[in-house]
């Protein structure tokens, strides 16, 4: 069975319920069942009400959306930022460039523009594709882009 609060399981009487169940009798006998609502694993309650106001965040376009030079990488995120995802546009004319391409990603290094160069910690994107920043990332940390072609085009947004 799962360990985490979020999908922990109870068995009652045999049956196995989300424990975010309340499980009681009434007068009868009878099971009562009671969903008590859960913000990121913990019950909301008196003892630990929803928070105030959803937490905001505050949308950016990218540090760079289009890779300025062939086969010159590009920083397209700049932390601090706590999210973000880059989009390698389907079309040719929306990328910019003669023939749709691959797109390159990488955010621990600076990737390779040419088939192949998809590997290790660089994500090679086809025409059409996305990639999401898989956690928040820290002042100083780059995630850099790169192309076979010169002007091609992507987008690219931040959150923080």
Same mark, same amino acid.
């Not at 309650?45 to 760079?64: F, H, M, R, S, Y």
């Given at each position: 069975m799962a360990d985490d609060?979020?999908? @922990? #399981? !109870?068995v009652v009487d045999g049956k @196995?319920?989300?424990? /975010? #169940?309340?499980v009681g009798v009434d007068p009868s006998g009878n099971l009562v069942y009671q969903f008590l609502p859960r913000v990121r694993g913990?019950?909301?309650?008196?003892?630990?009400? #929803?928070?105030?106001?959803?937490?905001? !965040?505050?949308? !950016? !376009?990218?540090? &760079? /959306?289009?890779v300025a030079m062939a086969a010159t990488a590009v920083i397209a995120i700049t932390g601090p930022v706590k999210g973000g995802y880059i989009?390698?546009?389907?079309?040719?004319?929306?990328?910019?460039?003669g023939t749709a391409e691959q797109l390159y990603v990488d955010?621990?290094?600076v990737p390779g523009a040419a088939p192949g160069a998809g590997n290790g910690t660089a994500v090679s994107l086809d025409p059409g594709a996305s990639w999401s920043l898989?956690?928040?990332i820290p002042a100083g940390v780059t995630?850099?882009?790169? &192309? &076979? /072609? &010169?002007?091609?085009?992507?987008?690219?947004?931040?959150?923080?």
């Open positions: 609060t979020q999908n @922990t #399981l !109870a @196995t319920l989300p424990q /975010s #169940l309340l913990a019950i909301v309650d008196d003892a630990n009400p #929803l928070p105030a106001a959803p937490p905001v !965040a505050t949308l !950016a !376009a990218g540090t &760079a /959306s289009q989009v390698n546009p389907e079309s040719a004319a929306d990328q910019g460039v955010p621990v290094a898989p956690c928040p995630v850099h882009v790169n &192309a &076979a /072609s &010169a002007g091609h085009k992507f987008t690219v947004v931040v959150w923080s």
